[in-house]
Each structure stands twice: as structure tokens, then as C-alpha cells.
């Protein structure tokens, strides 16, 4: 199917923006803060896989349920709001997920930190193994 993956890419987008203005308008402390990553749309636009974030960060896993079951109960009011604001034959449906990505690329570099400082601690010259 030539052209599918632009057209989903187009149609991705327009639900990545209408969903982040309509979760900001939601009024459940469990979304508040919510930012919607990214949105990955099957080629026949039955299904949407949306990916969120804290904007602080959430690492706690409870606290990502609780983001996730959020979504969850709005998800039939957001599809039925942004269905009519897109002009789209059918409207996906809604999954979310919580984007690990960016929690992840902390992670490495703390650890990258951790390990840079600990090479600066090493004395120059120090005690070693010899390299042969």
C-alpha cells in the first residue's frame, strides 16, 4: 500500500496534537503533568499505540499506573472529542503506554557520569596493570 506510511504519519500527528491539548483540558489529577511522546498508528488506522510521559518523570511504577488507568477511563470521551475534530472515515483505537525511553536515557547517563567519575578519581600514572 504506496503512500500508507505517510498518510499514517499525517494522520499520527494530528492525533498526537489534538490528544495533548484535549488531555490537558481532562480534569483528573491522574493525567495532570501528561505529555504524549509520540502515537504509533496501525496502516489501516484501527489502532492507535499512544506513548506518554511525566513531564517530571514518573518512576515510580505505581505512579505510572495510576497516569495509564487515567487514560484508560478517558480514552472512549478523548476518541469520541478528537473524532470530531479530525476528519478521519474511523477513529483508532486509543492504547496507551508509558514511554520508558526517556527515563531510560537517564539511567545510561548517570551511569556514564558514574563511571567518568570514577576514572577522574584514579590517580595519573597510578598503579595499574601494565599494558603489554
Given at each position: ?15 498526537r ?12 489529577p ?5 505529555i504524549?511522546?509520540?502515537v ?18 514518573a518512576s515510580d511504577?505505581?505512579?505510572?499506573r ?17 473524532a ?25 547517563e548517570?551511569?556514564?557520569?558514574e ?13 595499574g596493570?601494565?599494558?603489554s
Amino acid at each position: 500500500m504506496k503512500g500508507g506510511g505517510k498518510r499514517t504519519g499525517r494522520v499520527g500527528e494530528a492525533l498526537r496534537s489534538e490528544l495533548a491539548s484535549e488531555i490537558r483540558a481532562l480534569n483528573d489529577p491522574r493525567v495532570v503533568g501528561v505529555i504524549v511522546s509520540r502515537v504509533e498508528i496501525d496502516p489501516d488506522l484501527s489502532h492507535a499505540k499512544i506513548y506518554v510521559r511525566h513531564d517530571l518523570g514518573a518512576s515510580d511504577p505505581a505512579a505510572r499506573r495510576e497516569i495509564l488507568r487515567g487514560l484508560g477511563a478517558a480514552s472512549g470521551r478523548l476518541r469520541r472529542t478528537i473524532a470530531g475534530n479530525l476528519s478521519l472515515r474511523s477513529m483508532p483505537e486509543l492504547h496507551f503506554f508509558y514511554d520508558e525511553a526517556l527515563d531510560e536515557q537517564r539511567r545510561i547517563e548517570e551511569i556514564l557520569n558514574e563511571i567518568k567519575n570514577e576514572e577522574g578519581q584514579k590517580a595519573p600514572g597510578g598503579s595499574g596493570t601494565p599494558t603489554s
